[in-house]
């Protein structure tokens, strides 16, 4: 049994100590928002933030939440930018999309675009081109108090 939180939940998990966060979160909870793009930590589609720090959860076995706090995109609820994502046409096919927004959350208010680059630096996109990814985050970080 795994004691963590999720989303502001508290959750006691039976899966096995070595599965997958990524299949946990996916199969066991129901948390859909999170994606698996690679499955090899190269792509970043799947990343959650544990205890504020921004994972592959593709990479962590499940027995590594123990104690901790998740967050998901599921978790975030209107967070500027994820409004800002469809306003300004950040996402297209939608696969880096959760995984893109919960890595600029370590971004704050005022980032270059510089600093935008180097945190989504680990998150690969197949569609945009990346432009529209940014201009997004610009956005919704404009938006933060």
């Excluded at 104690?67 to 978790?75: P, S």
């Amino acid at each position: 049994m795994i004691r963590c939180t999720i989303n502001a939940t508290s959750r006691l998990l039976d899966v096995p100590a070595m599965r997958r966060l990524l299949d946990v979160l996916r199969e066991d909870c129901g948390l859909t928002g999170t994606k698996e793009g690679c499955g090899e930590g190269e792509c970043g589609a799947c990343t959650v933030l544990i205890d504020g720090t921004p994972v592959n959860s593709c990479l962590v076995p499940v027995a590594h939440i123990e104690g901790a706090e998740v967050l998901t995109i599921e978790g975030l609820h209107g967070h500027p930018l994820q409004d800002a994502f469809v306003v300004h046409g950040g996402a297209q096919c939608g696969i880096c999309t959760p995984g893109m927004i919960m890595a600029a959350l370590e971004l704050e208010r005022g980032s270059s675009l510089d600093e935008i680059q180097t945190t989504l630096a680990g998150n690969l996109c197949r569609c945009t081109g990346y432009s529209s990814i940014y201009h997004s985050v610009k956005a919704g970080l404009d938006r933060l108090p």
